[in-house]
């Protein structure tokens, strides 16, 4: 059973177009929401964090929406660049320590 | 340069055949972890250690032994590999749950 559960699977968008992807749970014990990148041939990197006391948080391009009561969660990526190009994955943990990640998303940037 | 290494990058074995993926981490973080990648699956956790000589299971363990006799090292242990363990396969290690999980660049495991 999927723990999170990640929209879409793939994506493309226009350079400078806006990116969304979503993630939904159902444990209400996660109470960290990291989303990481990843580049083909690499390991995944964070990109941004958010706690579940905190509606937003936004660095650089990159913004996460935090809604508690619908349990989702979702990456905004303003301005996208071909550079953005990668697959990302929402995550999620709690205090036990375990890390449930989603089903990834591939984001394609067209020039 | 702070990094995790995994060794090999790439490895194919037969069935049966018991091999090592070993995962090594100079940043001195307590928390380390495996996963592997498959396509529409994602990544999934296969065991975690806290600390050494504690390790627990994640999400998907069965079929996969994990050691923490020292701290900067975590080898992943597959006594006898079936096809089915076929995958892309990541370590972790990170200071705390809540600060980021630094990856090693992956091992692709192919058991025929």
């Known amino acids: 059973q999927q723990q999170v559960k990640q929209s879409p699977q793939s994506l493309i968008v226009q350079k400078g177009g806006i990116s969304i992807i979503n993630c939904a749970y159902e444990?209400?014990?996660?109470?960290?929401f990291p989303w990481y990148q990843q580049f083909p041939g690499k390991g995944p990197a964070l990109l941004i964090a958010?706690?579940?006391?905190?509606s937003e948080k936004k660095e650089g391009r990159f913004t996460i929406s935090f809604n508690k009561s619908a349990k989702q969660f979702s990456l905004h990526i303003m301005d996208s660049q071909p550079g953005d190009s990668a697959t990302y994955f929402c995550?999620?943990?709690?205090?036990?320590?375990?890390?449930?990640f989603g089903t990834g998303t591939s984001l394609t940037v067209i020039p | 340069e702070a990094q995790v290494t995994q060794n090999p990058r790439y490895l194919i074995t037969v069935t049966g055949k018991k091999l090592t993926v070993t995962c090594s981490q100079n940043?001195?973080?307590?928390?380390m972890s495996w996963y592997r990648q498959d396509p529409g699956l994602g990544l999934r956790q296969i065991y975690y250690?806290?600390?050494?000589?504690?390790?627990d299971k994640g999400d998907v363990p069965e079929g996969y032994k994990v050691s923490r006799k020292e701290k900067r090292n975590f080898p992943l242990i597959l006594e006898s590999p079936s096809p089915n363990q076929t995958s892309l396969y990541f370590c972790?290690?990170?200071?705390?749950?809540?600060?980021?999980?630094?990856f090693g660049n992956g091992t692709r495991l192919t058991v025929t």
């Open positions: 995550a999620a943990t709690t205090t036990g320590n375990q890390f449930y």
């Open positions: 940043m001195n973080h307590e928390y």
């Open positions: 444990n209400t014990a996660f109470d960290y």
């Open positions: 250690s806290m600390n050494v000589e504690v390790t």
């Open positions: 958010i706690r579940p006391d905190v």
């Open positions: 972790a290690s990170t200071k705390t749950r809540s600060s980021p999980l630094h």
